[in-house]
Each structure stands twice: as structure tokens, then as C-alpha cells.
């Protein structure tokens, strides 16, 4: 019954995310990436801890279809700089798609540190900021 509550809470953030159409050349995955959080933690207590990688998986398959699909050159420069500064006053260069995508992942880093700071008094934002730099340069230096 737990996995189903999970399972429902993650699709109405997906469905109103609407990355899939705003971005109509992303995966929709949605369904794989709770199946691998599933897998890999199964226990009842960590049920958000599912959430929050379904959510990552998603936006990390968005991302890397932003770079191997969709972005121009010139296009995935402005997005990585964009990522690189982390903020969200500064998006006006960038096109439309880039700007959802930039706010989706901006808005879930923000959501899971925010969960985190309350739950467990830890700010984790900067290490999330960390990893989403380090997994868009990566992604830009393969593609």
C-alpha cells in the first residue's frame, strides 16, 4: 500500500512538472525510475527517499535529453552556464524549453533541501548544487 501512495504522490508531480509536454522530446520515464528506487530501497521507513530518486532519475534523463537530443551548441553553453550559476533571476538568454528544465531541477534541488533541513537539520543544497554541476558538465564534455 506504501509503494502505491509513493507511487501516486510522484505521478501528480510529474503530471504537473509537464516536462514531457514542454519538452516534447524527453523520455517519459516516470514508472522505470520508481522501479529502480524500489529495488534498491525496499524498506517501508525510507518511502521518500524513493520519491526523491524517482523525482532525480526523471529530471536526470530530462537533462541528458536536453544535451543528446534537443539543445544546440550554442543553446547547451547558455544551459550549462545557467546551471553553473545557480540562479534563477538569470534566465532570460536561455529558450523556453531550457528555462523549464532549468526550473524543474532548480525547484526539486530546493524542495529536497528544504525537506532535508527540516526532517534532519541539514543543509544539503550545496551538495546538491554540486552534483547537478558536476552531472551537466559530464554530460556536456560526452555529447
Known sequence: M???????????????LA???????AR???????LWGV??????????CRKIMSKLVCLINAV??????YGSPDELQLFTAAILRW????????PEYMKICFMAVYNTANELAYYTIKQQGFNC??????????RTINTLLIN
Not at 516536462?19 to 522530446?25: I, Y
Open 2 to 16: 506504501l509503494h502505491i501512495q509513493v507511487t501516486h504522490v510522484t505521478c501528480r508531480w510529474w503530471k504537473e
Open 19 to 25: 516536462l514531457t509536454e514542454k519538452l516534447e522530446f
Open 28 to 34: 517519459d520515464r516516470l514508472n522505470e525510475s520508481f
Open 39 to 48: 529495488s534498491l530501497i525496499q524498506e517501508p521507513q525510507f518511502s521518500y
Open 64 to 69: 541528458d535529453d536536453v544535451y543528446d537530443v
Open 87 to 94: 540562479d534563477a533571476e538569470e534566465l532570460d538568454e536561455l
Open 125 to 134: 543544497l550545496p551538495y546538491l548544487k554540486q552534483a547537478v554541476r558536476i
